[in-house]
């Protein structure tokens, strides 16, 4: 905890209030959305259909418009946008503490979802030209503080929950509009460098860069893999101890790790490997993780949870590895006036596969059988998917790298005369 306060207080006050207010947008995200679809089935009384049907526009609104929220960053500012998005969450949240009509409840969904496509991309595209030497530190600082905030939230979000899901909801939304009026007030303007073309050219250039391309392709199973976290580990660890006690174990670990040892391990392969090397490698920790759970351990309930708990921490240590120089890449690609595009680029594609993923993930859990002498709770299949998609990945970061496509690169020639 030492070295990340110390790397923490070594950066200006912009990105230190980036990188907290990224512990508080995950205290107030966590405080309501694991208890939502709860609310809406028993407390409001939806179908599991309309259920679906509100969290799917959530899902959507943000997955598909992450390429708006990146080009608006890059052509209105990163810091307007991010003060919206966090806005935005504030009202949408507060929809959800009063509203209970299915309308009402559409449109929360929308405006979570939105304030989140807005949010997400801007928030790295300023910390990404905030730090330009020292983007890796700033991701991993981000990074430990998401994940503590992912851990904080859904504690204070149960303990509300004692009142009522109102309750929680209007914590979510006081915990955002405080973050909005704290940018607000500190956060200084970052200058904005124009493409020098329309909007469409702009995506066109991020979605004709065929090594852009090519690295989002290979790393978008790393956000898949962090799902499971969410779906396949929980399942198994609460199948094989027999209480959910196991899960909280799962989270408190994977956050523990985080805080205690990104910073150190950022800064130790950034020495020694470079970026490619690193993320390759955390890719494939984190894909050979999931194939911990098959193997067929015996004792009692606790024991037989280890697995589990081992590939939870494979999970958090391959993406402390990986992370970090993902997103100090995701620049690399871009020329000055398209870093929250490519980010939007990067999103959306990664958005795209974790939820294809999760699906298929999902169809094994419903379908796929047990071998003879597994442990009890997913389908070896689900394992079997999960450990192929981090080794691939892991594998074509390593060709990337081997071909030399992962260097930051000069401006070419076309998009240098558009821009002029």
């Given amino acids: ?68 929220g990146g080009s608006a960053a890059d052509r209105l500012g990163a810091r307007g946008v991010i003060i919206a998005g966090c806005g935005l969450r504030a009202v949408g949240f507060a929809v959800f503490a009063v509203g209970g009509s299915l309308p009402a409840l559409l449109a929360a969904s929308v405006l979570t979802g939105l304030a989140g496509a807005l949010f997400n991309p801007a928030v790295r595209a300023y910390l990404a030209q905030a730090a330009p030497e020292r983007r890796a530190e700033a991701f991993a600082l981000f990074n430990v503080f998401a994940s503590a905030g992912a851990l ?46 329309s909007v469409g050219r702009d995506w066109r250039e991020a979605l004709t860069d065929g090594r852009f391309l090519a690295f989002t392709v290979a790393l978008s199973a790393l956000f898949a893999l962090q799902t499971q976290l969410y779906l396949v580990l929980p399942v198994q660890a609460e199948a094989a101890a027999g209480t959910a006690l196991a899960v909280a174990t799962l989270f408190v670990v994977s956050t523990v790790v985080t805080l205690g040892w990104q910073v150190r391990l950022t800064g130790w392969l950034r020495q020694r490997h470079s970026r490619g090397v690193s993320i390759a490698a955390g890719m494939a920790v984190a894909g050979l993780g999931f194939l911990l759970p ?27 590895m990986a992370q970090p120089f993902v997103l100090e890449l995701v620049p690399g690609f871009a020329r000055d006036g398209l870093t929250g595009t490519y980010f939007g680029v990067f999103y959306l594609a990664s958005g795209v ?21 597994a442990a009890p709770g997913v389908p070896a299949g689900a394992w079997l998917l999960c450990a192929g998609l981090g080794l691939a990945s892991g594998a074509a970061v390593w060709a990337l790298h081997r071909r030399g496509l992962l260097a930051p690169r000069a401006v070419p020639a076309a998009a240098g005369k558009a821009a002029r």
């Fill in 1 to 68: 905890m030492r070295a990340t306060w110390t790397t923490l207080t070594s950066f200006p006050p912009a990105i230190r209030l980036l990188v907290v207010n990224q512990l508080g947008v995950n205290v107030g995200f966590y405080m309501l959305l694991p208890y939502l679809a709860g609310y809406l089935r028993d407390d409001i009384g939806l179908s599991a259909t309309l259920v679906g049907l509100v969290l799917g526009v959530r899902n959507l609104s943000q997955q598909g418009l992450f390429l708006v």
């Fill in 353 to 373: 596969v974790a939820a294809l993923a999760t699906t298929a993930v999902g169809r094994f859990m419903q379908t796929g059988g047990q071998p003879d002498g």
């Fill in 152 to 197: 904080l939230g859904p504690l204070l979000g149960s303990a509300l929950l004692l009142v009522d899901f109102r309750a929680a909801a209007i914590g979510a939304t006081v915990v955002f509009a405080a973050l909005t009026v704290a940018q607000l007030l500190v956060l200084p303007p970052h200058p904005v460098t124009r493409s020098g073309q």
């Fill in 294 to 320: 098959l193997l067929p351990v015996t004792g009692p309930p606790p024991v037989r949870a280890l697995p589990t708990l081992a590939a939870a921490l494979a999970l958090a240590v391959g993406v402390m």
